[in-house]
């Protein structure tokens, strides 16, 4: 058996060597994705894909933000505090998966808690909010109208024939102002996600320039 000895040395420096080997594969760096992917290189432009950071040229996932708190928070934007339990839920759920579907990020969450309407919000994380980065265009003037139509509709119940007949001249102008003098996107945006809230409405005056305002003050003096 002595003279087997050297058949156990070897073995053991085979082992030893197999070892080394499989350790420096553990340690080895992880392969690259591709452009613009977690762990890939940024995009030529530096931007990397939807929930991804580009930080010396490499494409990383930021924490993520508390969802779940921020569908808390835009579902008390949508209804306020005291809505019932059954009517909260599926607004908090549809704002929860919203934001994991837009990989949102804790300093966009941040950003979104001093939030106090939901265009506030979407100038945090525009990604949660599609139908608002697509808003702006000629387009959204009728469903602008409409939207102002509804909030101002609530105070002109019972108004007499004339009153009402001018109100529906006015909401034409405002149409058409927002069309022909092209009303600036953020202005509608804001609009467009105040909903039926009044205060986030007000809101909004401040995004439209003086000029316009004079425009629309102009058209509706013609109106009279």
Known sequence: MIGFRWL????????AGACQRDKADATAAPERGSPGKERGDCKPNKVCDPGLLCLSNLCVRPP??????????????????YAEAETRAPVVAKYTAACEKAYVSKEQGDCMEKATDKWSA????????????????????????NRIRAQMGKQMSGADPQTAQLFTK??????????????????????LAAGDNQDSMNKCNGLMPAEMQQKMTERMSKMM
Do not use: H, R, Y
């Open 64 to 81: 993520p933000a508390d969802c779940k708190a921020i569908g808390e928070q835009l579902a008390s934007i949508d209804l306020g505090n």
């Open 170 to 191: 006015m909401m034409t102008v405002i149409q058409t102002s927002c069309e022909q003098d092209k009303w600036p996107g953020p202005f509608k945006q804001c609009v």
């Open 122 to 145: 979407s100038q945090c994380a525009p990604d949660m909010f599609p139908e608002l980065k697509t808003a702006g265009g000629a387009g959204d003037c009728a469903t602008i109208a």
């Open 8 to 15: 156990w040395v070897v073995a053991i420096v085979l082992v």
